[in-house]
């Protein structure tokens, strides 16, 4: 017997075969070792890179934790110790701007005088003027636009009431179209109509109460007849016979449809 071969002995015939290897399983153990050795070396390439990107960029990802924490902390303390003790001085200091302002609208008599007070403020308390100037951002500021560009309307300074009420802004619904329609009158008393006619159009996007649309409608069909635009003076005299059959403005609205036809 040979160590690597066999003769096998078959009738007229002589072959032979070459003993095959078996693997031991101490070879497959040794297999498994590297590939898990590898496994593991690749982790930790792994696990360095990450830890060389870490301590490369510590200090930006520091950074951008701490902006972040302080700025909330800023809002914070922006919010506690200046906008809510500001906020609650503007309230306080508009009392008497709008005071001066009641009583110039209830007045008969020395409107300007009433109205200049509630501008520029009276017994050692600041105006609309000066909480505009004071106390922007709050609640108080923004009506004080409000009614500084109603009181520049009533004084006839329309160019001023214009840039102050444009300044205003508001959810509720009336003030926001008063405001709009007041700064198409002052268009009108400036002549530029087409410009009166335009904020007479957004008052009207703003506004469905019952006695203020209305107004506005006939304002914007008197001023869309006097620009020749009958189909639009039309329409806005259609709406209040329509939909407002009982307000004051459709006492003569026959008489208007019939002048645009």
Do not use: C, H, W
């Not at 802004?169 to 009336?174: G, K």
């Not at 020749?228 to 004051?248: M, T, V």
């Amino acid at each position: 017997m040979f160590d690597s071969y066999k003769i096998l002995f078959l009738p007229g015939i002589m072959a032979t075969y070459k003993k095959r290897s078996v693997k031991t399983k101490t070879n497959l153990k040794a297999k498994n070792i590297e590939s898990t050795k590898q496994v593991f070396d690749t982790l930790d390439v792994s696990a360095s890179k990450t830890e060389t990107f870490v301590n490369q960029y510590q200090n930006y990802i520091i950074g951008a934790i701490l902006s972040v924490l302080i700025a909330f902390s800023a809002y914070y303390a922006y919010d506690k110790f200046i906008v809510q003790p500001k906020t609650t001085e503007s309230n306080l200091e508009i009392f008497t701007a709008q005071k001066y302002f009641d009583l110039a609208v209830k007045s008969d008599n020395n409107k300007d005088s009433l109205f200049n007070l509630s501008l520029n403020g009276a017994e050692g308390k600041f105006g609309f003027l000066d909480i505009i100037e004071n106390y922007s951002g709050t609640d108080a500021s923004n009506i004080s636009y409000y009614s500084a560009g109603m009181a520049y309307y009533n004084l006839k300074k329309y160019d001023l009431a214009i840039e102050f009420l444009e300044n205003f802004s508001s959810d509720d619904e009336i003030l926001q179209s008063l405001s709009y329609a007041t700064i198409g009158d002052a268009f009108v008393q400036l002549n530029q109509f087409e410009d009166g006619l335009n904020y007479y159009e957004s008052a009207l996007s703003y506004s469905n109460n019952s006695f203020i649309r209305p107004l506005i409608l006939q304002k914007a069909g008197d001023l869309a007849k006097e620009l020749g635009k009958l189909n639009d003076a039309k329409k806005y005299y259609q709406e209040i016979k329509d939909d407002f059959p009982k307000s004051n403005e459709a006492n003569l609205i026959d008489i208007k449809l019939e002048q645009v036809k």
